[in-house]
């Protein structure tokens, strides 16, 4: 029973995650929540969860962090001091003290015979190598024998993305700044002036779109698929315009085209399920692309299927951070072309 | 003593929860209970992948030149885990624009402060900060 280096990892967590809690300064505890997913990443990675490492990663560490400082910027720094009660405290240790009764009987950590891998885990396992020959088994699962979840989820990011851009309407112009068409936050103007910060990141930029391309591509064979590349990708693209200002990145990646972009995932993903109907198989059965090899027909339908959830999360990740950016901007640009009047 | 050390696991995401979940209620700061709702989702997700691993089991991928004889971590949690990641975030980012929202409508985010300027009635307090702000 020695997992010295888990436990290790979990007392940091734990730790960041009380310092979160008690920190007041919101810019603080935005920071510690990326500090609080990268140790969790670190002990997926130690679970064998590659997969969810990678997501958990790009998400929490890159994109979840710049929208919590967006919002700050938007609302408040700080938040306000409270005297403590004991009420919720009390309310916490009895549902812990509940749960922790609950687990009383159930499997060890790294049982074998628990029953969550008795199941249908050996199946998925086995039938990787006898249908798929894709190495990589999570992505088989994903795309293939949970292909409808993962359809459910694709277009629930579709929705959510809808929503932030309906909420915080990227393109609706206030009036009053007109007379100023092309609007440079101060702050962007800042960071591109520091030329460690613009000279490390141009760099390093084109190396993680790259890199998110060959998690796209290969995730059929190692760790990867559309999720994870399409954060990782996301999350360059945001990089970029954190450093050279929204303005400069619009002139890059358009809105309109990520507006198609995220649809156009969702129906890729969709329209390979209504193509599989269309030749005779069940929704999302992909033998039927290859009715020679099945495996091969089941391997073109996952780097379809991939390719949907990758160009919908990227274009989803994108948009939304335009969202909270423009907003920011549109209210710079409010207060000085006189709004206040 | 070893029967009950193998289920460590559980209570780190337990008191994880239970932090997440103490945020939730104290707090009044809505962007806080934002990243107490994170830590919640942290928490459950780790739930999910830990019940995943298998003692000397390896990543569900598998290697070159066959599977024969090599032991395989639970892939199904994986796959569940990390869309919900994904999903986590765009939901994620729908509630702070709500906040964002918020914040526009009522010029704070303190939660008590919005009840007290809403008042049982929400167009009310709206119209109350305008009315300040005028």
């Given amino acids: ?341 | 003593m070893s029967e009950v050390l193998g289920l460590w696991n559980y209570w780190v995401v337990i008191v994880l929860m239970m932090i997440g979940l103490y945020i939730m209620i104290a707090r009044d700061s809505l962007v806080k209970k934002v990243m107490g709702l994170n830590i919640f989702q942290v928490s459950v997700i780790m739930f999910y992948v830990s019940m995943g691993k298998v003692r000397g089991g390896t990543a569900p991928i598998l290697p070159e030149g066959g599977a024969e004889g090599v032991l395989f971590s639970n892939p199904l949690p994986h796959v569940l885990m990390l869309t919900a990641i994904v999903v986590g975030i765009a939901t994620t980012a729908l509630a702070l624009a709500l906040v964002v929202r918020i914040k526009e409508a009522y010029g704070t985010i303190e939660e008590d402060e919005i009840h007290a300027l809403a008042g049982g009635d929400g167009m009310d307090g709206r119209s109350a900060v305008q009315g300040e702000a005028e």
């Fill in chain 1, 1 to 341: 029973m020695d997992f010295p280096v888990e436990v290790i990892l979990f007392l940091f967590l734990l730790a960041t995650a009380l310092t979160v809690a008690l920190l007041e300064d919101l810019f603080a505890a935005a920071m510690m929540t990326g500090i609080f997913s990268l140790l969790s990443a670190c002990l997926f990675t130690l679970m064998d969860a590659v997969d969810v490492a990678f997501t958990e990663a790009a998400v929490g560490a890159g994109v979840s962090t710049v929208l919590f400082l967006s919002t700050l910027a938007l609302t408040a720094q700080r938040e306000k001091q409270h005297p403590f009660t004991w009420f919720p405290l009390l309310l916490v240790i009895l549902t812990g003290a509940c749960l922790v009764t609950g687990t009383l009987d159930m499997p060890h950590y790294g049982d074998p015979k628990a029953p969550i891998h008795v199941h249908v885990a050996p199946e998925y396992i086995a039938g990787a190598e006898r249908d798929f020959g894709i190495p990589n088994i999570v992505t088989n699962v994903l795309a293939s024998y949970r292909g409808y979840d993962t359809f459910g989820e694709t277009v629930v990011i579709f929705t959510a993305s809808v929503g932030v851009m309906l909420l915080l309407g990227h393109r609706r112009r206030r009036p009053g700044p007109a007379h100023r068409p092309t609007i440079t936050p101060e702050g962007a103007a800042r960071m591109r002036d520091f030329a460690i910060v613009r000279v490390v990141s141009m760099g390093v930029i084109p190396l993680i779109v790259l890199f998110g391309l060959y998690v796209q591509f290969h995730g059929d064979f190692g760790p990867g698929g559309g999720f994870q590349a399409g954060v990782i990708i996301g999350a360059a693209v945001i990089l970029y315009g954190l450093i050279f200002g929204l303005s400069t990145l619009q002139r890059v990646v358009p809105s309109p085209l990520l507006e198609t972009g995220i649809a156009l995932g969702v129906l890729l993903y969709g329209g390979t399920g209504v193509a599989s109907l269309l030749m005779g198989g069940h929704y999302l059965d992909y033998a039927v692309f290859d009715s020679d090899d099945p495996k091969h027909g089941r391997h073109l339908g996952i780097l379809l299927v991939e390719g949907g959830v990758g160009i919908a999360v990227t274009c989803a990740m994108i948009l939304i951070f335009y969202s909270f950016a423009g907003r920011a901007l549109a209210r710079e640009a409010f207060d000085e072309g006189g709004g206040g009047q």
